[in-house]
C-alpha cells in the first residue's frame, strides 16, 4: 500500500528538527542563510535545502496565533512534474514517493513550471552538472521499511507516517474532534497528494495555494506549456542538448 505522512499542524511547535534531519540525512550543502523576518529560516527552498519550517502569526479572538508549516514535495498521486518530463527523470513509485532520476535528467527544467507546488528546484550555483533537487521522502530509508529522516525526528509527532488511506482515515477522524478546520489540505488538492495536511487555521491564511486544482493535472500539463514562448522552449531544448551531451561526458564512457 502507498505511503504517505499526516502533518498535524497543531502539533508542530516550530523547532526545525525535521529541517536539520532532512539536510543531515541528505547531506545537503550547508550555506548561509538570513531570518525572513522572522524566525523562518532559510527563506525559501532551495538546492541546499528540501524542507523547511515557514513561520505564521495571524489572530483568533484578538489573540495572537502561530503557525509553523512544514514544507516540501508532496508527492502527488498523479505529479504534474513526472507527466511534463520529456525523459521520464521522474516517475511516481507504487510506494508513494516521486523519485528523481539523476542520470536521466536533460536540464529543461519543465517539471519546475509543471509543479502547481513550485517545489523543485534547480542548482544554479553549479556551473558543472547542475541538476534538480527535491525531498525523496526518503525513498531509500523506506525500502528498508524506516519511516523518513524527518518524521523520525519531529519529538512532538506533528509527522505521522504509515499508509496512505489510513492516514486519510486518521486525519477524519482527528477532524471530527472540532478542533480543526474542516478541510485536509492534499485530499484532493492537484488530484491528491501524498503528505496531507490538517490545521487550526484556515490554510489560505497560513501561506498555502488554495488555488490548486482539486483534479488531477497531468491531463493538462502539456496545454499549459504549450503557452510558454517559443524561443523559451527552444532555448531549454538547446540546454537541454548541451546537458545531455555534458553528463555523457561526465561518465568517462561507462
Ligand atoms: S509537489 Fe510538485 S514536485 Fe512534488 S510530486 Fe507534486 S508536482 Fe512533483
Ligand atoms: S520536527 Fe516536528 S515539531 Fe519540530 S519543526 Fe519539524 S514538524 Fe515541527
Known sequence: MPKGVLVDLTRCIGCRGCQ????????????????????????????????????HE????GAPVWNFVKEQCLHCKEPACASACLV?????????????????????????????FE????????????????????????????SPACVKTCPTDA?????????????????ATGKYVQHIYGEKEAGGTSWIYISNRPFEEIGFNTKVPQYALPPYTWASLSKIPVEIVVFSAVLGGLAFIRNRGDKGGE
Request: aromatic letters at 12%.
Open 159 to 175: 509527522l505521522l507516517w504509515g499508509d496512505s488511506e489510513e492516514l486519510l482515515a486518521e486525519a477524519k477522524k482527528r477532524l
Open 88 to 116: 521520464g527523470a521522474l516517475r511516481k513509485t507504487p510506494d508513494g514517493p516521486v523519485m528523481y532520476d539523476f542520470d536521466k535528467c536533460i536540464g529543461c527544467r519543465y517539471c519546475m513550471v509543471a509543479c502547481p
Open 58 to 61: 495571524t489572530e483568533a479572538g
Open 20 to 55: 536539520v534531519a532532512c539536510k543531515s540525512w541528505n547531506e545537503r550543502p550547508v550555506v548561509k542563510t538570513v531570518l525572513a523576518g522572522s524566525f523562518e529560516n532559510p527563506p525559501a527552498l532551495s538546492e541546499a535545502c528540501y524542507t523547511r519550517i515557514r513561520f
Open 119 to 146: 517545489i523543485p528546484k534547480y542548482e544554479w550555483s553549479k556551473a558543472h552538472s547542475p541538476w534538480v533537487q527535491k525531498c525523496t521522502f526518503c525513498y531509500e530509508r523506506q525500502a528498508d521499511g524506516l
